[in-house]
């Protein structure tokens, strides 16, 4: 990878990143809101999941734009709309509402957030399938996706304190103005894509490229897919209840609940990138099918013992550890399965990564209203084993996908 390879996926990174903060500023926002609004916790999970609807139903339009705009122009317009949206949400109750007429203006401005959310990562998908050659795309895709771990550890430590001191709306004034920097940043410094083409970037040999049969004709992207969604079942409940869980099932204060909410996702900094890295060593040392498998299925396995360990720990300690590792573990998958999604789509990268994202965030979109009606039922405890069978699953899925450059199944033929 080139030096203006490397430039181009910090600056994905930096917009992805801010993003992700003002998309999780209203799970620290939360608890003032679910106190002021006097809010059950389905219905506040009825406003995480307003956010994962639009969010959702625009992957597919969204990739398919990715495929035909450039990332400058797209990720323009989407920080201009984090800002607005996010100051939008502070808004909400400014003067005195009702729940219901509250609840109405929370779930019109998270899904239209949503909507405009959704470009983010098939956009970065595919322009890291057009800017980085294949064996080196699970560590690039990894650093942008990275993002998630950046944005989620840094939404408690910036926005808790400001939240905690000033109010909800306060917190959320502060992630829009990360926003607003985030967004400055790239008008300034990104590429357009005529620089991508043509530019000093390491471009992506047609060779790499097997377009014979649509991606989402194969076997493999449905497999793909399917783990997909069950890895982002059990990653978006962290996402959104872990803050909440401390507090309200674990009893930790906020501050402290905070703190540890952020641990998961510092180490997750340094476990995407790394699962990217091993993910590309074992593909070059095995191939792409064999090796893009590795650290997928291990890591959701053993991601499951350490789920079953920390909802059945009676030591708060030793629950947060365990459901740090677990965290940690779900997310340094992500490398590879960007990774094995653009060697089967090649130049559709936009439209196959918006369907593939399209099946993550469906079962983000279940989590957050499930996990809580489950757990009212059957206790937290059961809830988070029973979500450790489907991360077993998950890992198994990936049996099914075969992934082969053109010119691995070209010299495959030849033997």
């Given at each position: ?109 998270r899904g239209l957030f949503g909507v405009v959310t959704a470009p983010t990562y098939p956009t970065s998908g595919r322009t890291v399938a057009a800017a980085v050659p294949a064996m080196l795309r699970a560590r690039a895709n990894s650093l942008v996706l990275s993002s998630v771990g950046i944005g989620s550890a840094l939404t ?260």
């Open positions: 990878m080139t030096s203006a390879g490397r430039r181009l996926v910090l600056l994905l990174m930096t917009v992805a990143s801010a993003g992700y903060v003002s998309r999780v500023a209203i799970t620290v926002a939360a608890p003032g809101i679910i106190d002021e609004f006097h809010l059950t916790s389905a219905q506040m999970g009825s406003v995480f999941s307003a956010f994962l609807l639009g969010y959702t139903l625009f992957q597919v339009p969204s990739g398919l734009l990715a495929d035909r705009i450039s990332a400058r122009p797209i990720f323009i317009a989407v920080s201009a709309g984090w800002v607005g949206l996010t100051v939008l949400t502070a808004l909400v109750g400014w003067r005195s509402i009702g729940v219901q007429t509250a609840l109405l203006q929370f779930w019109m401005i408690p430590i910036l926005l808790a304190p400001v939240a905690n001191r000033y109010g909800w709306r306060a917190g959320m004034a502060a992630a829009a103005v990360i926003c607003a920097i985030a967004g400055l940043i790239w008008w300034r410094l990104a590429p357009a894509q005529r620089a991508i083409e043509h530019g000093d970037f390491s471009r992506v040999s047609p060779s790499h490229y097997d377009v014979s049969r649509h991606p989402l004709g194969t076997p493999s992207f449905w497999f793909l897919f399917g783990s997909y969604f069950l890895q982002a079942y059990l990653g978006y409940i962290f996402v959104f209840w872990f803050f909440l869980y401390l507090v309200q099932v674990r009893h930790f204060e906020v501050l402290n609940a905070a703190a540890f909410t952020a641990l998961p996702w510092v180490a997750t900094i340094f476990a995407i990138p790394i699962g990217g890295v091993l993910s590309d060593a074992a593909a070059m040392r095995w191939g792409s099918t064999q090796g893009r498998r590795v650290v997928p299925v291990a890591a959701l396995c053993a991601a499951a013992g350490f789920l079953v360990a920390g909802a059945r720990t009676s030591n708060a300690g030793v629950a947060v550890a365990a459901l740090t590792v677990c965290t940690v573990l779900v997310l340094c998958t992500e490398g590879p399965f960007w990774a094995a999604m653009t060697e089967l789509a090649g130049e559709r990268s936009g439209l196959a990564g918006g369907a593939m994202n399209f099946g993550g965030n469906l079962g983000g979109l279940i989590s957050p209203t499930l996990t809580p009606w489950l757990a009212e039922r059957m206790g937290w405890e059961q809830t988070l084993t029973f979500t450790a069978g489907l991360a077993i699953v998950a890992g198994m899925l990936w049996l099914g996908v075969r992934v082969q450059t053109r010119d691995e199944r070209l010299a495959s033929e030849l033997r």
